[in-house]
């Protein structure tokens, strides 16, 4: 299945696609907060700061997102991470999650986290298997939703044979 899968890098061209996948994700187990509508509405300004956004793609279907925001200094946030539901347990989300780090590694990145949800337990079970641990942030998160903090720490071996 991964060999049917390309990622591509943000192009105008895919930013609806950002914003459509990202919505239909947060609205099926969340609210959509003031946040993700200025991340989304603005992808650009994503990448204005540093950061980038990728795309899995299916032939001609955009199947799958992921952002890296840069928050200054080489610290990265892990955002906007989405598969649509046909794709989800395909290793779409591996792929993906393999590039962004790939990518904050490239940009000399020093830190990565991000921001999740306990009820989404495979999330977490991807997160954990990449080397993302625990963490208590020092401030409040700007998401409602966030009650699970994660830090990367290296890229566990087995996660790379098991994508």
């Not at 200094?73 to 989405?82: F, I, N, Q, S, V």
């Amino acid at each position: 299945m991964n060999a049917d899968i390309q990622l591509l890098p943000f192009s105008p061209a895919l930013a609806a696609d950002f914003r459509r996948l990202n919505l239909a994700w947060i609205e099926t187990f969340f609210q959509v907060e003031a946040t993700d509508v200025e991340q989304l509405s603005h992808p650009e300004r994503i990448l204005a700061n540093g950061g980038e956004i990728w795309f899995a793609m299916a032939a001609d279907e955009t199947v799958g997102t992921g952002a890296l925001v840069h928050c200054g200094g080489g610290d990265y946030e892990l955002a906007k991470m989405a598969v649509t539901p046909a794709f989800q347990g395909r290793g779409v989300g591996a792929l993906l999650l393999g590039k962004l780090i790939e990518r904050f590694q490239a940009l000399g990145g020093t830190r990565l986290h991000l921001e999740t949800n306990s009820g989404l337990e495979s999330a977490i079970r991807l997160y954990r298997r990449f080397g993302f641990v625990e963490f208590t942030p020092a401030t409040p998160s700007p998401y409602v939703r966030a009650d699970v903090f994660m830090e990367w720490r290296g890229l566990n071996r087995e996660a790379s044979t098991e994508r």
